[in-house]
């Protein structure tokens, strides 16, 4: 494979999670690589990752190739962790890494204040999907920002021009919620995807239902939040115009033969790219049939297109897809017959009785030998099985497969597993099939002067060009027969198990030399063996143990942070006298706050004893259209997502020294602009003080804290805030954010969200056990899913307030006038019971503590 200069198209960025997949992706020729180091920091815990031994190893095998490693740190930090992360990010620093992909934005300050040499990109959990957003984090000292995925190919040209490269995935699994909102892994068991252990909830059949009860999704939709899988292998050329830097393929919990297969399609697509030559028919249905045969859910590029339609999902099957490759044109029943289980007790042989049949398939594409297909009823996918194909067939032929029952004729047959790319992807991790680096040699062969071999990379590696030069025996005239140019080409250029390739010679030989080639052997040996360290030498411990302070304790690093919050403190003060607290006396006594939907439930709280109302720009954008007046002025609750068709609807409500819940960072950047009082909404998660000193240095004036924390961890942050800090005690938590409307899967959209009838209806998901997911969609067509049971963290209040929470938010988002008052009006009792000294009621019955007893792993 013909090394390229990287510049020319995105970045070819692999998934792996351990080092068998790690090889493959180098083999199959990936420009970077992203894995994970151990398995406490990153996003896909349950990976196989890197130990430290196997990690220096990938790193060295992969910088030997001119290709980059980044080590995922996308989750988010418990407070006591900071220290074990940061130690953790040096490590891997030491051992070669080249960037860290970072969710949590403490992890990130602190790893720009400690080391800012190191190279550090902001994760798609992070999400940032505007120019805005994107800008603020390149003046962070981010070098790349990963964007979120569902932005189309317009967004991402537009956010390009802020000079930050940008990372985008390009194939692979899509998630259905907004990356780093979503919370329905940890609301069903505890497995948070914040924190690398996401359960996937939204691959399981789900049924739509209307307030009624009636199951309202279409016929063979029973999961309705399963994405098909991002497929951009015929975008690459738009996404390159665009300004697109890295291309991304998802995958880290896949096996090699995915990474192998995916990566080499992707990489031979942009090496036509990169070489201006057109994609022959030939190759594109290589390409694709390749993608075809790994693991897929079908595939979709939707969003690319500034879609999110019915296009775009899998509502019938979340497992593996395969391609279609034929049909079942004829069954034979082959009966019965006893098979040998093995040994029982006393000695004796234990059978099983077994029943045989024949299918012939006709075949509309190729298959191999050894190929796994699927045969699926088209009535009853149900009754699938699977069987093999015993040779190679081409499209047009008849096969006749072994099955384990008949299977009725019009059964479609797909590929699901390819016998070939599961050899190479063997080969490749193994390290017998390599990928090699291009060099350019050069010898000289001059009488009476050493000899000597030069090798030059031939393209730029990330660290530059990279050459050496070994010298040997002097050159002597033959004794005998001269030795030719075409001699030192051949043995020169026998590189062994060397990580070199050679693509060209130039050789300087006098007429009448002579030389052992056992003597060329080892000069070319040395030179090999020279380059190795010339293109290691940037990445290895010594050059970069330079200026590399040691990792603070956690006694340090709390200390450092007590002198930095007296900075951020002085600096809050002079900007807004008053927001900033100081000390717990000077906090105000507490306010009940509830989030509201209309007018007349914000007067049912009011009267229930809210002193502080927010609402929904979708609330007040309606209340606006009919007139309708608020009892007081509510504080906007800004959207989860602020893409760049957002700012004008968005923008207005940010004003200067007024509130505004910010629920992203884009909407904080633009709040400390304009002089806003930004409150961080708890979807954008702080869980240790450093990222709550980073988000108060970037503007934020008040915090509430995410439904994730436990109780000691919610009193640990109230306790170092000097901003107000906001609990949501009473409500539904939101599950899931979708650029997709869920109500799609009942296949009734008319296409204007404001008249839609159906989002009108109090709509839910339906779960297996039972439990109904209220489900809102609201007027920019994104679904939001809430949690199957209310939260009541009203018996907790005692211990918060005491610890300095101050803003206690009943979310009425879904409730009536009447459910409305009686939810604010618990808590109102609760903090006015906490004031007295009293304990407040206990939990509602039906209720949820949330995380605050059982913390998320």
Request: charged share 25%; aromatic share 4%.
């Amino acid at each position: 494979m013909a090394f390229r200069d990287t510049h020319d198209v995105p970045e070819l960025l692999a998934p792996a999670g351990g080092p068998e997949p790690f090889r493959a992706a180098l083999a199959a020729g990936a420009d970077a690589i992203f894995c994970g180091l151990g398995s406490d920091f990153n996003a896909r815990r349950g990976a196989r990752n890197f130990t430290y031994e196997t990690f220096a190893q990938a790193c060295r095998e992969a910088h030997l190739l001119g290709a980059r490693v980044y080590v995922t740190q996308n989750v988010v930090i418990k407070g006591d962790e900071m220290p074990r992360a940061l130690a953790l990010l040096r490590k891997a620093w030491l051992l070669g890494a080249d960037a860290f992909i970072i969710q949590d934005w403490g992890l990130l300050a602190e790893a720009r204040r400690l080391w800012p040499r190191i190279e550090c990109h902001i994760s798609t959990q992070a999400n940032v999907h505007d120019a805005r957003a994107t800008r603020w984090c390149g003046e962070l000292g981010a070098e790349r920002v990963t964007l979120s995925r569902e932005l189309s190919v317009a967004e991402i040209g537009r956010i390009a021009r802020e000079g930050v490269e940008l990372e985008s995935f390009g194939h692979g699994a899509l998630c259905f919620c907004y990356s780093g909102v979503c919370m329905m892994s940890s609301l069903r068991g505890g497995r948070s995807a914040n924190r690398g252990l996401c359960a996937q909830p939204c691959r399981l059949p789900y049924d739509l239902v209307d307030g009624d009860g009636n199951v309202i999704s279409a016929p063979g939709a029973g999961r309705p939040l399963c994405p098909k899988d991002f497929r951009t292998l015929d975008d690459l050329p738009r996404l390159t115009a665009a300004g697109l830097g890295s291309l991304k393929v998802e995958g880290r919990m896949k096996a090699p033969d995915y990474v192998y297969s995916v990566i080499s399609a992707y990489r031979a697509q942009l090496d036509d790219l990169a070489a201006g030559r057109e994609v022959t028919e030939a190759d594109e249905a290589a390409r694709s049939r390749t993608l075809a045969r790994a693991f897929n859910r079908d595939f979709t590029n939707s969003y690319l297109d500034g879609r999110s339609d019915n296009d775009m999902m899998s509502y019938d099957r979340s497992n593996n897809r395969g391609e279609l490759v034929g049909t079942v044109v004829a069954t034979r029943d082959l009966g019965s017959a006893k098979v040998r289980r093995g040994g029982g007790s006393g000695g004796r042989d234990r059978f099983r009785t077994v029943t045989m049949a024949e299918v012939d398939v006709r075949l509309d594409a190729p298959v191999g030998a050894g190929d796994l297909l699927e045969v699926r009823p088209q009535d009853d996918p149900s009754q699938f099985l699977t069987t093999r194909a015993e040779a190679d067939a081409a499209g047009g032929d008849v096969i006749c497969c072994k099955t384990a029952r008949p299977m009725p004729a019009g059964c479609p047959v797909r590929v699901i597993r390819s016998e070939r790319a599961m050899d190479e992807a063997a080969r490749a991790a193994s390290g017998e099939k390599r990928r090699r680096l291009p060099v350019r040699v050069a010898v000289t062969a001059r009488v009476g002067r050493p000899f000597a071999v030069t090798l030059t990379c031939a393209a730029p590696l990330p660290s530059g060009v990279a050459s050496a030069t070994a010298e040997g025996f002097v050159v002597e005239p033959a004794r005998t027969r001269a030795v030719t140019r075409e001699d030192l080409v051949e043995h020169v250029g026998r590189m062994g198990t060397s990580p070199f390739e050679p693509v060209a010679f130039d050789v300087d030989l006098d007429e009448g030399a002579g030389m052992g080639f056992s003597a060329v052997h080892k000069v070319r040996a040395q030179a090999c063996d020279l380059l190795e360290q010339a293109i290691l030498a940037p990445t290895s411990d010594a050059a970069r143990k330079e200026g590399l302070a040691d990792v603070p304790d956690a006694n340090a690093l709390a200390a450092e942070l007590r002198r930095a919050r007296g900075r951020v403190r002085k600096a809050l003060a002079e900007e807004a006298p008053g927001i900033a607290a100081g000390a717990p006396a000077a906090r105000p006594a507490g306010e009940v706050c509830a989030l509201v939907p209309t007018p007349e439930v914000a007067r049912a709280a009011v009267a229930a004893g809210a002193t502080r109302l927010y609402a929904t720009p979708d609330a007040l954008a309606q209340a606006r259209g009919r007139g309708a007046a608020w009892p007081m002025e509510p504080v906007p609750w800004l959207d989860e997502v602020c893409r760049e068709v957002d700012h004008d609807r968005l923008d207005p409500l940010v004003r200067e020294g007024c509130p505004c819940g910010v629920g992203n960072v884009s909407e904080l950047v633009l709040s400390r602009e304009r002089g806003a009082l930004a409150e961080v909404r708890p979807c954008i998660p702080v869980h240790n003080p450093s990222c709550l000193l980073a988000l108060e240095e970037a503007g934020a004036r008040g915090v509430w804290l995410s439904p994730e924390l436990t109780l000691g961890e919610a009193c640990e942050l109230a306790g170092a805030s000097d901003v107000p800090v906001g609990l949501v005690v009473s409500g539904r938590t939101c599950a899931m954010t979708s650029e997709h409307c869920v109500l799609q899967v009942a296949n009734r959209c008319i296409h204007d969200c404001a008249n839609c009838r159906l989002r009108q209806e109090r709509c839910a998901l339906g779960t297996r056990d039972g439990s109904l997911m209220p489900v809102r969609t609201d007027l920019e067509g994104r679904s939001h899913i809430y949690a199957a049971h209310p939260l009541d963290a009203t018996p907790q209040m005692g211990e918060l307030f005491s610890a300095g929470v101050t803003r206690f938010m009943a979310d009425c988002t879904l409730l009536g006038e009447a459910e409305a008052g009686a939810q604010v009006a618990r808590v109102a009792a609760a903090l006015a019971a906490v004031r007295a000294g009293r304990k407040p009621a206990p939990r509602a019955k039906g209720a949820t503590s949330g995380h605050l007893f059982v913390g998320i792993e």
